[in-house]
């Protein structure tokens, strides 16, 4: 066996709150050899992160380290005292964290911050270390380094950021990298660059990597070996191979099943929920503690997944037929229908534009225009799902803000009930809002964390003179509360008290509190763990059959669009560049920017990690 870059032994970690004690990682081992990558891999709170902090002690005040070694090359970073901890730091191990936006300092350029670290720790000069700086910018592929090391933070995407962070912990060569999260909010083609970029630097270095995130799905593209972590506790550790091949814990299995997957034939996806649940017990010491206790995912469970809930709603025959996709029988699932011919659109977009002015010199002249979306048409027939799918900047939601009138379009028309919202005033629009609502991407920066739940559904309430008297009211929301899996007794709670999901249901209540009969979901579950993006797409398709409702779903992510949507609009520099029935252009894509998404899409297949595998030991070899 190869010696371990870091060997981490019954570690906890624990945090000491007014509530208690909150034990964040719990007696946790794992090793992370020369050239190898170690995926770490559960839900929000399961201490993944906490892990990371803990070995570059970076702990907050109400953190301790209990007891447990941390193993850095030999050396015990436990009982290493501070100025020699952080003589380690960015030289031996450096770790890229999960938000670069915030992980960067906005009032100095890219170039400074990165040249700060090689004059700490390399002793170089400002001239050294900005030539290294260039190279490491060409090294983790960042256009034009010689102009990019100048500019700030808010001037780069975020797939750019992220190569920063990238390069800034590369600099000093260290023998472990830690990466938390670091490609959660970034489009599945710019993640899948930035795997590639560490592949690379961690097969060319011989560099050790300590992966966390939330997906499997990344894990297998990335991984040798994987921790599977809940509520603090190690529940599974092995090879990549043997996790995917055959998981033991309910809770892997749960994570596995809960990814929508391109080529899945679920209409409702698995939970973590059918694969286990927990009993809180009582510990010797008075504590308390959660028992996991399996459950069986029955051939029932399975036939209702599959079979169970809406069919996919397609545009007329003839419409079908005109865009290069006849209807033909046989070749859809038979709960799959054609809307009716002659049928009046829901909503209708015609040439939709939205262009941003972009101004310079000191009287700020418009000396050209960013064109977001740039001519857009399409139409969405009631009872159905449009998805919307492209990478950042690619239109989409622009597009979407511009139907709602929240961005006011340039150019075009938006009918909604053959209504043009465009020429709508401020009161008449106010009354079609009713009907037309949207989710939002961040649902803790959608709410107002100074409002409780209940302000926060029963407002627009208030706004459309809905519900009656405010005892009525609050009874409607509490309804609502319980449509959407959560309880009435959360009306007096506040945004902050509840998790990413949780505050997600709670944006769905607001939206439906109106009774609308159009939704603009705007990356709604992007930004959530896999496990609870499976809950709220189930709850959205749901919704959908019971109330009626229309979706435009927003996304970067193929396989989510794919499986929510009856019809599919592929975005690209302001333009739909192929519309068609989701499943069509899956099976069969004609342009080759969505090959390109389909094919950024993350690989779990067992076929696909065996080669890759392979692949690496024979690198590795070669290295030897």
Not at 215 to 238: S, T, W
Request: charged content about 25%; hydrophobic content about 40%; glycine content about 8%.
């Amino acid at each position: 066996m190869s010696s371990a870059v870091i060997d981490v032994q019954n570690l906890r970690t624990y945090f000491h709150t007014e509530e208690g004690v909150v034990r964040a990682v719990d007696d946790i081992s794992f090793r992370v050899d020369e050239g190898r990558t170690l995926g770490i891999v559960g839900e929000s709170g399961s201490g993944k992160s906490v892990t990371s902090l803990s070995i570059m002690r970076l702990l907050s005040s109400s953190a301790k380290i209990e007891s447990g070694s941390i193993a850095l090359l030999g050396k015990d970073l436990v009982q290493l005292p501070e100025p020699q901890m952080r003589t380690l730091r960015g030289a031996t191990v450096s770790m890229i964290f999960q938000e670069p936006m915030t992980s960067l300092n906005p009032v100095f350029t890219v170039g400074a911050q990165v040249m700060e670290a090689l004059r700490l720790h390399q002793g170089m000069s400002n001239a050294e270390a900005r030539q290294r700086t260039i190279e490491l910018f060409e090294e983790v592929g960042i256009p034009k380094p010689q102009q990019s090391v100048d500019k700030y933070p808010h001037q780069m995407s975020g797939g750019q950021k992220q190569r920063v962070m990238i390069a800034m912990a590369l600099s000093c060569d260290p023998e472990l990298l830690i990466a938390d999260e670091p490609t959660t909010a970034l489009d599945v083609t710019i993640q899948s660059q930035i795997l590639d970029i560490l592949r690379r630097l961690r097969d060319s270095r011989g560099m050790s990597i300590l992966f966390i995130t939330h997906d499997l799905g990344v894990i297998a593209e990335i991984a040798d070996d994987v921790l599977v972590m809940y509520r603090g506790k190690m529940v599974e550790y092995g090879s990549v191979l043997d996790i995917f091949r055959d998981p033991k814990h309910p809770y892997t299995k749960g994570l596995l099943a809960c990814r929508p997957r391109l080529d899945s034939k679920y209409r409702l996806l698995p939970t973590v929920s059918e694969f286990m649940a927990t009993e809180e017990v009582t510990l010797a010491d008075g504590t308390k503690d959660v028992r996991v206790v399996e459950k069986q995912l029955t051939d029932a469970d399975i036939e209702r997944m599959t079979t169970h809930g809406r069919g996919r709603l397609l545009h007329p025959k003839s419409e079908l037929a005109a865009m290069g996709h006849p209807w033909e029988e046989g070749h859809h699932a038979p709960d799959t229908k054609a809307v009716e011919e002659g049928a009046t659109p829901l909503l209708e977009v015609s040439d939709l534009q939205v262009h941003f002015p972009v101004r310079r010199g000191l009287l700020a002249r418009v000396v050209d225009h960013t064109k977001a979306v740039d001519g857009v048409s399409f139409k969405v027939y009631r009872g159905q799902t449009l998805g919307l799918v492209g990478e950042s900047g690619c239109g989409k939601t622009t597009a979407g803000r511009a139907i709602l009138r929240l961005i006011e379009p340039t150019a075009g028309t938006v009918k909604f009930e053959g209504v043009d919202v465009g020429s709508l005033g401020s009161g008449e629009l106010r009354k079609l809002r009713r009907k037309m609502q949207i989710i939002f991407q961040d649902p803790y920066g959608s709410l107002n964390p100074r409002m409780t739940v209940e302000s926060t559904i029963v407002e627009p309430m208030n706004v459309h003179g809905l519900g009656g008297n405010r005892s009525q009211r609050r009874e409607r929301a509490a309804a609502l509360l319980e449509e959407v899996d959560l309880k009435p007794e959360h009306l007096r709670r506040y945004p902050h008290e509840f998790s990413g999901g949780q505050r997600q249901r709670i944006c769905i209540a607001r939206a439906l509190a109106v009774e609308p009969e159009f939704l603009v979901c705007d990356e709604s579950v992007s930004a959530l763990d896999v496990s609870v993006q499976a809950q709220v797409l189930n709850l959205l398709k749901r919704l959908q059959e019971s109330r009626g409702l229309t979706y435009i779903f927003i996304s970067h992510d193929l396989s989510v669009v794919k499986f929510m949507a009856d019809m599919m609009a592929v975005m690209n520099g302001g333009k739909i560049v192929e519309f068609g029935p989701s499943e069509n252009i899956y099976a069969n894509p004609r342009e080759e920017y969505t090959r390109k998404l389909i094919s950024a899409t993350p690989d779990d297949d067992i076929e696909q990690i065996c080669q890759r595998s392979e692949e690496r030991e024979k690198r590795r070899a070669a290295r030897a």
